[in-house]
C-alpha cells in the first residue's frame, strides 16, 4: 500500500527546515546503505554528526507522530531517526530493496524495516527527474509531491529515485517497524479504521459502531507483535 499524507508541514515550516539543512554538512549518501544498495547510492546525505542533526530529526518525527493517517497506517511500534538526504544534477538512486534491519543508532536497537517514508522538502517545480518510483505487487507507482507531503511504500518494495536532470531535490526519509508485520493485514486494519471513522462522522457512536471499533482493536491484539 501507497499512503500519500498531505501537508505534515506547511510551507513556512519547510522553509525553516530548508534553511537549517542548507547550514549542513552533507556527506557521502552511500555510507548509511547497505553494500548491495551503495552501488544504487549516488546521492549526499545530512550528516548525523551536524550539531543541528537531532533537533532537526525530531521534528521530522514529532510532525508525523501527531497525523493521524501516519499512526493509523503504520502502526508504529519503532521509528528509527529521520535522515534527509540530497539529489542534485546527476544524482540518483537505482533500483533496490531496503535493509530489512536497521540499527537505531541512539539505542543500539535493531529495527526491522515495514515501512519507508519519504516526506518531500522541495516542490517539484524545483528540479526535474527525481521521481521515486515503487514498485509493487499492482504495478509502477511514480512519486512527486509538494513540499511538506509524506508518501508511506513498503520496505520490502523495489523502488529507486530517478537521476535529476535540474534542479535540486531534497527530503527526509526514515523507517518504521510497525506492531503488525504484515501488511496485508495492516492495510486491512487501516481500512477498517478510516471506514470507522467515517462511519462515526455520519451516524455518531452508535452501538453497532462502537462494536465494530472493539473488533478494530482486538484484531491489533491478536495480530500485533
Ligand atoms: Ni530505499
Not at 501488511?183 to 455518531?204: E, H, P, Y
Amino acid at each position: 500500500m501507497l499512503l500519500h499524507i498531505p501537508e505534515v508541514f506547511t510551507k513556512t515550516q519547510v522553509l525553516e527546515l530548508r534553511r537549517a539543512l542548507d547550514a549542513g554538512p552533507w556527506v557521502d549518501g552511500a555510507s548509511s546503505a547497505g553494500p548491495l544498495a551503495a552501488e544504487a547510492k549516488h546521492n549526499m546525505q545530512f550528516s548525523t554528526e551536524s550539531p543541528h542533526y537531532a533537533a532537526l530529526s525530531q521534528t521530522i518525527m514529532t510532525a508525523l507522530e501527531r497525523q493521524p493517517l501516519f499512526v493509523s497506517a503504520a502502526l508504529p511500534q519503532h521509528i528509527l531517526p529521520p535522515m534527509f538526504n540530497r539529489y542534485a544534477v546527476g544524482n540518483t538512486y537505482g533500483d533496490h530493496v531496503d535493509n530489512a534491519i536497521q540499527m537505531d543508532r541512539r539505542t543500539g536497537l535493531r529495527v526491522r524495516t515495514d515501512i519507508s517514508v519519504t516526506v518531500f522538502l522541495s516542490e517539484p517545480e524545483e528540479y526535474e527527474g527525481g521521481e521515486l518510483i515503487v514498485e509493487d505487487t499492482y504495478g509502477s507507482h511514480e512519486v512527486k509531491l509538494a513540499a511538506g507531503d509524506a508518501i508511506l511504500y513498503p520496505s520490502s518494495s523495489l523502488h529507486r529515485v530517478e537521476k535529476i536532470t535540474a534542479g535540486e531535490r531534497v527530503a527526509s526519509f526514515l523507517w518504521v517497524q510497525s506492531l503488525v508485520s504484515d501488511a496485508w493485514q495492516r492495510s486491512m486494519l487501516f481500512n477498517l479504521d478510516m471506514t470507522l471513522l467515517k462511519l462515526r462522522s455520519q451516524v455518531g457512536n452508535t452501538e453497532e459502531i462502537v462494536a465494530l471499533t472493539g473488533h478494530y482493536h482486538n484484531l491489533i491484539r491478536q495480530w500485533a507483535d
